[in-house]
């Protein structure tokens, strides 16, 4: 697990401001820990299985949006496991390498790629099974081992559309003389989506290894193979990024140039235009500017002009024709709220998901970035869930990627608060029906990593002394036992609950147990923490909730109380790194925030 604030969101989100470097040292000059990347270890034959399901089920889908996407599904499921596959054999050799296994899984990629290719030029107007020739080959896969793998951070949470990828290269002017470099782990998918436009051979793929910040490649000599003795041929990285360093372009680069391949042959596919990171030293900014780039922007793929748009999809999803959409990323959904701007909760817009506000027939809805293939399937099924418990609002459906939900115009709860008492009884019954209802089967940080993440993020707030006593305190704790592991809510916060005649109503509530931080699925205690630092519980009315929720689950209150400075310093983090918005009004509120977990600390520290 990646666990320093060290990764560069970028400017995938494509709103109109400059880019906000995600824990950039020297911006920021912080080191909290903040984020995390949440990897499993899964049969490659289950994830075979799964892919060729998909791939079957394509067969009975007719002409439209929905083929198109489930093409996408499987193509960003398809390069989950072989990159799983791909990995496993780095790790076997201590090299990335040529194999038949390997050689294979691009060519499927590859195929698979000119389906999505065909399908978006042809505006979704493509039908039919695929290739039966294709499914025999990844019958033929050998997946006889488990592998390390997890939802690519761009297609489950960025917004980052594989078919830019397929706009990119057919602007770039490369042709089929070109050797496509996957970085994996989502650069190998990528890659495979250039390679189909090119009409260029099927991708080799490298994983960068070291430091984050200085990356190196360890290859056969064999990988490249005959490309090194094409002097006309051109070489094509791609990957997502470039990062906070950009030292993942840079290895591949630099290991090109080893290998007698001149910079002016060098091409870069990367996901946005920004460059690196503040961690980019001279020497890699150097290389990167002396390559050519090729982007191209989800709007620039779905215009309206080769295939249908996003509020195309969101009118044959709602069955409208005339649809409005406003873009409201990075805290600008906050201009739909009643409250004034200065009664705004604070926003950090690099790690919202992408977001349009629709209007069609008199009403509005929430169309948020929800993640490809299983990563936005689950999170559909959570929204549901949510609404038929009362507890959330009224989805659509999915949109490729897109979830849409109705949006309700009612007060928020740090705006018109209820009666405490009816306050617990409501969070009391929420949290209980999570416990209940939304069991996972994926663990996210352990205990230890979440107490050295607090006394981290305290060290860097309150000083030395104040993280020796948090340090002491929790060497002092007894060790709580196992339990289970919840899709968490994770953002208990007075703003984000809608105050209905029939109660509250939450949102944002299906997917930040799954997000770009460390604290990932936790027992629902990690809920029960938060909610009593974000409505400043009394301990009788804490006892009230814990009561509240063991109608429908046990609670650990041992763990509640090791999760409270967990919980508090989590937060400090992340309002700390969003304290460098480039907006005056952004970085007061999030210094608002950052001051109320540090006095909640202290306060728990002195008792």
């Known amino acids: ?79 989950e496991l072989f990159q799983g596959l791909a ?26 790629s000119r389906e999505v290719l065909r399908s978006w030029q042809q505006g979704f107007a493509r039908k039919g099974s695929l290739d039966a020739s294709l499914l025999a080959k990844l019958a033929a896969i050998d997946c006889g081992s488990a592998i390390t793998t997890g939802p690519a951070e761009g297609y489950a949470l960025y917004a980052l559309f594989p078919e830019t990828y397929l706009l990119a290269a057919l602007r770039s002017g490369l042709d089929t003389n070109t050797c496509v470099i996957g970085i994996r782990s989502i650069g190998l998918g990528l890659a495979a989506m250039v390679a189909a436009a090119l009409h260029a051979p099927p991708p080799i793929s490298v994983r960068p290894i070291g430091h ?60 946005h235009r920004g460059g690196p990171g503040a961690r980019a030293d001279a020497e890699t900014i150097a290389a990167l500017s002396q390559c050519q780039s090729h982007v191209a922007g989800f709007e620039d793929v779905f215009d309206g002009a080769v295939a249908p748009g996003l509020r195309d999809w969101i009118g044959h999803l709602l069955g409208e024709a005339d649809v409005e959409l406003h873009e409201i990323s990075g805290g600008a959904w906050r201009n739909y709220l009643s409250a004034p701007a200065d009664a705004w909760p604070p926003a950090f817009p690099a790690f919202e ?19 490809f293939g299983e990563s936005g399937g689950r999170k559909l099924r959570t929204a549901r869930a949510l609404h038929e418990a009362g507890f959330g609002a009224q989805p659509a459906g999915l949109c490729h990627g897109f979830l849409v939900e109705r949006w309700i115009d009612a007060d928020r709860l740090d705006r018109a608060a209820p009666a405490r008492d009816l ?70 916060h007075a703003w984000e609950f809608l105050v209905r005649p029939h109660g509250l109503l939450k949102t944002d509530a299906f997917d930040h147990c799954r997000s770009h931080d460390l604290i990932g699925c936790q027992g629902i205690e990690w809920d029960v923490a938060g909610a009593r630092v974000e409505h400043d519980l009394s301990a009788a009315e804490l006892s009230r909730l814990v009561g509240r929720i063991e109608q429908a689950t046990l609670i650990d209150r041992a763990l509640v109380d090791y999760f409270e400075p967990c919980y508090l310093a989590f937060q400090l983090g992340l309002w700390t790194i969003a304290e460098h918005s480039t907006d005056e009004e952004e970085r007061m509120r999030s210094t608002r925030a950052v001051e109320r977990y540090k006095a909640g600390l202290v306060r728990l520290l002195a008792c």
């Open 1 to 79: 697990m990646f666990l320093r604030a060290a990764k560069n969101c970028r400017a995938r989100l494509r709103i109109k401001q400059a880019p906000l470097r995600v824990g950039d040292q020297t911006a920021g000059r912080s080191r909290m820990i903040v984020f995390g990347d949440h990897k499993r270890t899964r049969s490659a034959e289950q994830l075979r299985e799964a892919v060729l399901a998909a791939a079957g089920a394509i067969d009975d889908l007719p002409a439209g949006i929905e083929r198109h996407a489930a093409l996408v599904d499987l193509f960003v499921t398809a390069s």
């Open 87 to 112: 990995d496993a054999e780095f790790d076997t050799r201590g090299a990335d390498g040529s194999s038949s296994r390997q050689k294979l899984g691009s060519e499927i990629l590859v195929e698979l």
């Open 212 to 271: 984050p910040f200085s990356r190196h490649i360890s290859a056969a000599p064999e990988l490249l193979g005959s490309w090194r003795d094409r002097p006309q041929a051109k070489f094509a990285i791609v990957d997502e990024g470039p990062g906070l360093s950009g030292s993942s372009f840079h290895a591949v680069i630099a290991w090109l140039r080893r290998q007698g391949i001149g910079q002016e042959r060098i091409h870069l596919f990367p996901s």
């Open 353 to 371: 998901r992408r977001k349009f506000m629709a209007s069609a027939d008199g009403e509005r809805w929430l169309v948020k970035f929800a993640g």
């Open 423 to 492: 306050l617990i009884e409501w969070l009391g019954r929420y949290l209980g029906w999570r416990a209940a209802r939304l069991q996972a089967d994926e663990a996210g940080a352990s205990l230890n990593q979440l107490a050295r993440m607090a006394v981290q993020n305290c060290e860097e707030a309150l000083g030395e002394n104040l993280a020796h006593a948090l340090q002491t305190w929790f060497a002092c704790q007894p060790s709580p036992g196992p339990t289970p592991r919840v899709e968490i809510d994770g953002r208990l």
